[in-house]
T-cell receptor, first 110, second 112 residues
Framework: EAQVTQNPRYLITVTGKKLTVTCSQN?????MSWYRQDPGLGLRQIYY???????DKGDVPEGYKVSRKEKRNFPLILESPSPNQTSLYFC?????????FGSGTRLTVV | GENVEQHPSTLSVQEGDSAVIKCTYS??????FPWYKQELGKRPQLIID?????GEKKDQRIAVTLNKTAKHFSLHITETQPEDSAVYFC???????????FGKGTTLSVSS
């Protein structure tokens, strides 16, 4: 089954403790992206990658890092999480026919 | 860069009525316009999309129209049902493989 897999689904962490949210797709898509969703603000793009070793900033990249060492994986890294990064995060991959989203990761930073 | 405005932010209709959600975009080079439906606690799901060489597209009770001159596109849902209640997002981008910019979403409530 074609899918985008994100882990974990829920995460509560403390300020400053580095964390990684994993994202993997099995559709051989070149384009992958991370979004955060906040009430009233919609889906805002954090980073995207057009292919292996090619990443670029989206609209809200501050405080985040990504890597794309292989086509299927696109992890999101928070080196020093802060409470304003509490949000719902979605990974997505894209082909000509649109985005496929992962199930989401609800992150709470206390 | 691209900016997508979506209206209204909330929409309440009676079952059986029609619902219309409108979006405008800023980048005249955008040529791909999808619509996503997000039910509570779930991921956004693509429900319909349109490309700039087409003015209208229908799929059963939903349709999307595109006016490239005015840079706006709309989602039309006819004969609404309670299961249509969700948040709907419009988006715009260039060719496949580039950033998809989303509107802020419309919460549609269909009451029976």
């Amino acid at each position: 089954e074609a899918q985008v897999t994100q882990n974990p689904r829920y995460l509560i962490t403390v300020t400053g403790k580095k964390l990684t949210v994993t994202c993997s797709q099995n559709m051989n898509h070149e384009y992958m992206s991370w979004y955060r969703q906040d009430p009233g603000l919609g889906l805002r793009q954090i980073y995207y990658s057009m292919n292996v070793e090619v990443t670029d900033k989206g609209d809200v990249p501050e405080g985040y890092k990504v890597s794309r060492k292989e086509k299927r994986n696109f992890p999101l890294i928070l080196e020093s999480p802060s409470p304003n990064q509490t949000s719902l995060y979605f990974c997505a991959s894209r082909d000509l026919y649109g985005y496929t989203f992962g199930s989401g990761t609800r992150l709470t930073v206390v | 860069g691209e900016n997508v405005e979506q209206h209204p932010s909330t929409l309440s209709v009676q079952e059986g009525d029609s619902a219309v959600i409108k979006c405008t975009y800023s980048d005249s080079a955008s040529n791909y316009f999808p619509w996503y439906k997000q039910e509570l606690g779930k991921r956004p799901q693509l429900i319909i999309d349109i490309r700039s060489n087409v003015g209208e597209k229908k799929d059963q009770r939903i349709a999307v129209t595109l006016n490239k001159t005015a840079k706006h596109f709309s989602l039309h849902i006819t004969e609404t049902q309670p299961e249509d209640s969700a948040v709907y997002f419009c988006a715009a981008s260039h060719q496949a493989g580039t950033a998809l910019i989303f509107g802020k979403g419309t919460t549609l409530s269909v009451s029976s």
